[in-house]
C-alpha cells in the first residue's frame, strides 16, 4: 500500500476543509437551507449524513446544463467516466474500473439502475435521462447495499413516479446544428383518491457528424425513441408504483476510421479523404452480409418495475421490488476502418431477466438496519457473425494493401482498387510472401490455384450464452453511539448457479486462408497434402471426407463439433460481501467518516473458440474478483448552507483483477492477478446569492495492475486527472430572468486498452498482424459549454440558445477495437461543436 500517497490524500482531505462525496453536485437552484435526500443506503437522507462517496444529479441540474445522456453527465461527476461508442456500447467507468463487455457470461463491475432495479448488462444499460428525479452515483464497492455488480460502484436512476398531489404538465423542443432536434413531454394526472398516472417521452435524432465519403447517411448519428408511463396508488399503509420503460434506438453506423489508411474509392482506388482521427471516413459492409443490412444499430430495451411498500407499524416497514427486463440489439460495423470489404462484423444481443427482493427496515431510536432477500434469473444470447473478404485479409497479412509495388509510386497509405485484389496472379505472390515468413516455399502454379479458390465474402459466427440463478441474503445496520458518533456494518451473502453455452461455425464454406496459415505451422508431410487440397478447385465448398480429409477451417474462430454444435458447462459459486462505517458528526453540518468494504464480483464461466476445427469449447472458470476499499471523507455546509464542501480519499486492492485479452479476432475474459487503486475526488459549490451558484470538482486516480505482462500498466480509460467548474447565474429582467450557465470539464491523458498500445502485448499470435505503433491514447483536453436563455415568472416558459465543444476541440473516445488484431486500430471520434435554441413549458405541480 503506498502509504506516502494515501497520507498525501488524507492531508489534502483535511486541507479541503470538511467534504462530501459529491452528493452537493445536486440542484444548484435549490435555497440555500434546503437538504438534499437521497436514498443510497435504502432510506431517505440527507446527503451528508452518507457515510460514502455520493455524487448525486438532479433535476433541475440535469435540465440547466442539457445533460440527457450518462457521457456527458459523467463528466461533472469527479472519479465517474462513461464512454458512448453507441447506445448499444457504453463504457461505465468508476474509479477507473471498466463494466463495457457485451459477452452474455460476463458480470458487470458498475452496477446501473432503474428504481433499484438491475439494468447493468452493458447492452441494455444504456438509457435515456429524461423526466428524472436525480441520479444518485455510488462509489466504491457497495455489494452490500446493491448486489452483485457492484464491485466498485452503483449508478441508480430515481424516475419521477405518478404524483397524485395535483395536475402537471411538460414540454420541451429543441432545434440545432447537424440538423439535430428533440422533443420531450410529460403529463401527471390524478385519477382518484391516493391515485396518479404519469406519462412522459423523448424523441431525439441528429444526423451524423463523421462524414460518409461513399455517400449515404454520415455516421455517429443519433435516433432515440423513450417512453415511460407510471402509476401511483396509496391506501392507508399500503404505497404501490407500477412503472414501465421502454426505448428504442436506430443510429446509423459508428464511424470505426483506420489512420494508418486514406480513405479511398473501392473501385477506382481513388483517395477521397485523409487519415485525420476526427475527418470523414470511407465503411461499408461487405455484399449481403447479415441479409443486406446497413451499417448501424437496431436496439429495443423495455422493463417493467413494481414497487409495494407497506408500514407495519411505527418500527417496521417492508418494501418489495418485482422487474421484468428485456433487450434485443442488433449492431453491424465496419471492423477495419477502410472502404475494402476486409472484415465487416455484427453483434446480436439478447437478455432477458426477472426479479425479485424483499427489504424489511427497522428503525427505532438509535437502530436503523434491514434485513432482505432477493432472486435473480437472467438469460442471454451474444451472437457474433463476421464476414471476411480473404483477399483484402492476404493482403493486410503480407503489407500489401497498397499493392506492394505493382502500382508505381502508390504510397502505403493507399489501398488499391478491389478488381487488383482478384486477381489470382498477384494474390498468389502475396500467398508466397506469407509462406515464405514461415520458411515454407510454394510454388508459383500451386499458389495462385490456393489464390482462385479465397473467397470474397467467407461467412463464420460464434455465440455465446449464459443463464444464471441467483439468491442474495442481506443485512445492513447503524447504531447511533451518542448524537454526534455511529457505526455501521453491512453482510451480503449471493450464491449463483450458472450454464454457460457456446458454438461457433463457418456459414458457407471452409476458410481458404484459415486452412493456408493452418497448414503452414504443420509438419511437412500434413502440410504439403492440405496446400494440394486446398488448390483443388472449389476447395472452400468440398465437404470433409475420406476422401477429402480437410478440416473445415474458420479464420477468425475454429468451427465447434459438427459445425455449429452447442458446448455448456455448469457452475455453482458463493460468496461473502461487507462493509464497515464510522463517522463523526461534529456538528449538524458536518461529517467525518471512515469506511472499509470487501467488494466481491462473481465467478465468470468464460467460453472461447475451440483450438481446432471441430474441436472442443474452450472453458474457464475465473475467481471472484475481489477488492478491499479503504476510504476516508469528510463532508460539510457552511455559510448558512450555502458553501459545501467535499472530499474523499480512498485506496483499493484487487486480487483476480478481470481483464479482456485479444487473442486472434476474439476477445477472451482473463485473470490478470493484482492491481492498485488510489486517489481523491473534491468538489465545492458556493451558493454567495440566489442570483448565483459556483462549483468545481477535481478527481485524481491512480489506478495500476501489479503483476503479470501488465504490470505498470494504467487502466483502460481511467485519467489520473479528470476536473470540471461553472456557474449558474440567474440575473432579473423584467418580471422574468436571464439565465446563464457556463461550464469547463478537463481530463487528462487516458489509454482505451489494458495493454496500453504497448508493441510487446500486440504481437502474434495474441494478433494476426503485429501492432508496432503507439498512437491508441487520448491525450489531455478540455471541453467548453454554455446555455444562455430567458425564464418567465414562476419558470412557466423558457426560450435558451445553447453550445456544446464551443472551440470544436478535436477528441476521440475510443481507439483499437475489433481491427488491433489485424494490425488496423480502428478510432472514434469524439463529438464536434453543436449549437442550438431550445424553448420549454411547465405547467402545474413541481416536479
Do not use: C
Not at 437496431?298 to 417493467?304: A, I, S
Not at 472484415?343 to 431510536?365: C, H, I, K, N, P
Not at 457456446?502 to 481458404?512: C, E, P, T
Not at 472442443?616 to 471523507?633: H, W
Amino acid at each position: 500500500m503506498h502509504i506516502r500517497s494515501l497520507a498525501l490524500a488524507a492531508i489534502s482531505l483535511s486541507a479541503f476543509s470538511t467534504a462530501t462525496a459529491q452528493a452537493q453536485i445536486a440542484e444548484a437552484e435549490a435555497d440555500a437551507g434546503d437538504a438534499i435526500i437521497v436514498t443510497a443506503q435504502l432510506r431517505e437522507q440527507d446527503a451528508i449524513d452518507v457515510p460514502m462517496a455520493l455524487s448525486v444529479a438532479g433535476a433541475e441540474q440535469l435540465d440547466r446544463f442539457g445533460l440527457y445522456e450518462f457521457d456527458a453527465l459523467s463528466r461533472f461527476v469527479p472519479g465517474f467516466e462513461v464512454q458512448n461508442q453507441s447506445p448499444n456500447n457504453p463504457g461505465f467507468v468508476m474509479r477507473g474500473i471498466t463494466s463495457d463487455s457485451g459477452t452474455a457470461t460476463n458480470e458487470p463491475r458498475v452496477s446501473v439502475f432503474q428504481d433499484g432495479v438491475s439494468i447493468s448488462k452493458s447492452r441494455g444499460s444504456y438509457v435515456e435521462l429524461f423526466d428524472v428525479e436525480r441520479v444518485e452515483i455510488a462509489k466504491g464497492p457497495q455489494s452490500t447495499l446493491y448486489g452483485r455488480g457492484a464491485l466498485i460502484g452503483a449508478v441508480n436512476i430515481v424516475q419521477n413516479k405518478a404524483d397524485p398531489a395535483g395536475f402537471a404538465a411538460a414540454g420541451r423542443v429543441s432545434y440545432g446544428n447537424y440538423d439535430s432536434w428533440l422533443g420531450e413531454a410529460m403529463v401527471n394526472a390524478p385519477i382518484g383518491e391516493g391515485m396518479a398516472v404519469r406519462l412522459a417521452g423523448r424523441i431525439r435524432k441528429r444526423d451524423g457528424y463523421v462524414e460518409n465519403l461513399l455517400g449515404g447517411a454520415d455516421f455517429n448519428s443519433v435516433d432515440t425513441k423513450a417512453i415511460r408511463g407510471s402509476f401511483h396508488g396509496e391506501k392507508g399503509d399500503l404505497s404501490f408504483d407500477l412503472i414501465g420503460n421502454y426505448q428504442k434506438d436506430s443510429p446509423n453506423g459508428t464511424g470505426f476510421k483506420s489512420i494508418a489508411y486514406n480513405p479511398t474509392d473501392p473501385v477506382t482506388g481513388a483517395v477521397i479523404g485523409d487519415r485525420g482521427r476526427n475527418s470523414g471516413a470511407a465503411l461499408a459492409p461487405g455484399a449481403g452480409f447479415e441479409g443486406g443490412k446497413a451499417l448501424g444499430l437496431d436496439r429495443q430495451v423495455w422493463g417493467v418495475t413494481g414497487i409495494a411498500t407497506l408500514k407495519l407499524d411505527d418500527r417496521f416497514s417492508l418494501t418489495s421490488t418485482t422487474a421484468f427486463r428485456r433487450f434485443d440489439a442488433l449492431e453491424i460495423f465496419d471492423a477495419d476502418g477502410i472502404s475494402l470489404p476486409m472484415l465487416t462484423a455484427a453483434e446480436d444481443a439478447r437478455g432477458v431477466q426477472t426479479s425479485q427482493e424483499f427489504r424489511l427496515t427497522y428503525e427505532d431510536g438509535p437502530i436503523t438496519a434491514f434485513l432482505g432477500a432477493s432472486y435473480f434469473h437472467e438469460k442471454g444470447t451474444q451472437r457474433v457473425p463476421t464476414q471476411f473478404d480473404e483477399r483484402v485479409t492476404l493482403a493486410r497479412l503480407a503489407g500489401a494493401l497498397n499493392g506492394g509495388g505493382v502500382i508505381p509510386d502508390r504510397p502505403a497509405s493507399d489501398p488499391v482498387p478491389a478488381a487488383l485484389l482478384a486477381n489470382p496472379a498477384f494474390t498468389g505472390a502475396l500467398l508466397q510472401g506469407v509462406a515464405n515468413a514461415y520458411g515454407v516455399a510454394l510454388p508459383a502454379d500451386q499458389a495462385q490455384a490456393i489464390a482462385a479458390n479465397l473467397k470474397p465474402s467467407h461467412l463464420e459466427s460464434s455465440t455465446n450464452g449464459s443463464r444464471t440463478r441467483a439468491f442474495d441474503l442481506f443485512g445492513d445496520v447503524t447504531i447511533r453511539l451518542s448524537d454526534q458518533f455511529e457505526v455501521g456494518g453491512g453482510l451480503r451473502y449471493t450464491h449463483d448457479d450458472k450454464r454457460s453455452t457456446f458454438l461457433s461455425s463457418v456459414d458457407n464454406g471452409r476458410s481458404i486462408l484459415g486452412g493456408l496459415i493452418g497448414a503452414l505451422s504443420q509438419p511437412e508431410a500434413v502440410r504439403t497434402a492440405l496446400l494440394q487440397a486446398l488448390a483443388v478447385p472449389g476447395a472452400a465448398t468440398i465437404p470433409p471426407s475420406a476422401a477429402y480429409p480437410v478440416p473445415l477451417f474458420g479464420l477468425g474462430a475454429q468451427p465447434t463439433a459438427g459445425n455449429g454444435g452447442e458446448d455448456s458447462a455448469t457452475l455453482s459459486n458463493g460468496g461473502f460481501s461487507w462493509r464497515l462505517t464510522a463517522r463523526y458528526k461534529p456538528s449538524a453540518d458536518a461529517s467525518l467518516y471512515a469506511t472499509y468494504a470487501r467488494g466481491r464480483r462473481p465467478q465468470v464461466l468464460a467460453a472461447s473458440a475451440p483450438s481446432a476445427p471441430l474441436g472442443d469449447t474452450r472453458f474457464s472458470v475465473l475467481d471472484s474478483e475481489t477488492v478491499d476499499s479503504f476510504e476516508l471523507g469528510a463532508k460539510t455546509a457552511l455559510m448558512n448552507r450555502t458553501l459545501f464542501i467535499d472530499g474523499a480519499a480512498f485506496y483499493y486492492q484487487y486480487d483476480n483483477f478481470q481483464t479482456t485479452v485479444q487473442q486472434g479476432t476474439q476477445f477472451v475474459l482473463t485473470n490478470a492477478g493484482k492491481a492498485e487503486s488510489y486517489g481523491f475526488e473534491g468538489q465545492l459549490r458556493w451558493v454567495p446569492s440566489d442570483l448565483l451558484t459556483l462549483f468545481a470538482t477535481y478527481a485524481y486516480n491512480h489506478s495500476r495492475f501489479q503483476t503479470g505482462v501488465r504490470d505498470g500498466n494504467h487502466f483502460r480509460l481511467s485519467p489520473d486527472h479528470s476536473a470540471s467548474f461553472g456557474a449558474q447565474a440567474s440575473l432579473p429582467a423584467g418580471e422574468g430572468r436571464i439565465l446563464f450557465t457556463p461550464s469547463v470539464t478537463w481530463q487528462s491523458k487516458v489509454f482505451f486498452d489494458d495493454d496500453n498500445d504497448r508493441t510487446d502485448l500486440q504481437q502474434p499470435p495474441a494478433a494476426l498482424v503485429a501492432d508496432n505503433i503507439l498512437d491508441e491514447f487520448q491525450g489531455s483536453y478540455a471541453l467548453v459549454n454554455a446555455r444562455l436563455g430567458y425564464e418567465a415568472p414562476g419558470g412557466l416558459w423558457r426560450i435558451e440558445a445553447f453550445i456544446e465543444n464551443a472551440f470544436d476541440k478535436e477528441y476521440i473516445m475510443d481507439a483499437g477495437n475489433t481491427g488491433d488484431s489485424l494490425g488496423m486500430p480502428t478510432f472514434i471520434a469524439g463529438a464536434p461543436r453543436f449549437y442550438g435554441v431550445s424553448a420549454s413549458v411547465r405547467f402545474g405541480g413541481a416536479q
